[in-house]
């Protein structure tokens, strides 16, 4: 059956969200993230700029942008950004094979009310995950470092939403926590799940005194602790060999088996 063709946007305008494929973690450590930032600075300061950024908001398996077209289309902004990212990853990590899911989920913004509405939504994302308090101490994400001015490179084309609505409205309206329900694309509900989370339920599931114990289990034993936790969770395999201390190779075969 053929793709549905994505809805264009009157404004040019988009939200993008750029998943990890199996819903694995893209990002294992500070340094990727900044690396990730550091490609989407890159885009804007190409000649005959291809896009303009507004917001983004980095979370560990997936990646949401606020975009507008200029001189490339969206496909044409999000695969670069994408492909330079994936090439670094797979690099690093020494894995092959594609990095995010294949194709990445966008929803058109046509007018300035769902422009605030995305705008509060993205940057709300890692208080809605659990990960910080208040929007404000995410490490990585546009609202911390472009509009609050935190990071040594912008990002961002700040200057349209600062203009139209003015950093007393933004700040508050970032700040405000979100409705249950807003509309907007989101990663089909998997919840996020802190390591100390993950490792507390496999301590419980196989009776530990800590990690490093369930070497003491079978083979056999330890597999199907790990099955349980990332079943129960919805954890993905990046995360998992993390806490768990268990090869890659052993913890993704555990999940394609989920």
Known sequence: MPRKPRESSGTGIYHVMLRGINRQDIFEEDED??????????MGNIENLPCHIYAYCLMPNHVHLLIAEKNRTLGEVVKSIASSYALYFNKKYGRIGHL?????KSEPCNDSGYFMTLFRYIHQNPVKAGLVVEAKDYKYSSWRNDYLGLALH??????????????VELSAWV????????????????????????????????????????????KQRQKDIIRDVMRELEVGPRQMVRVSGMTYAVVHKLWTEI
Do not use: N, W
């Open 175 to 218: 700040e405000m926590p979100l409705p249950e329900k807003i509309g907007c694309i989101d990663m089909d509900k998997r919840v996020i799940m802190a390591d100390e989370t993950v490792k507390e339920l496999i301590l419980e599931k196989g009776g530990l005194r800590t990690i490093s114990d369930l070497s003491l289990y079978t």
């Open 154 to 167: 912008k990002v961002c084309h700040t200057e349209s939403a600062i203009k139209r609505f003015g950093m």
């Open 33 to 42: 993230y900044r690396v990730f930032i550091r490609i989407m600075v890159t």
């Open 100 to 104: 995010f899911q294949d194709r990445f």
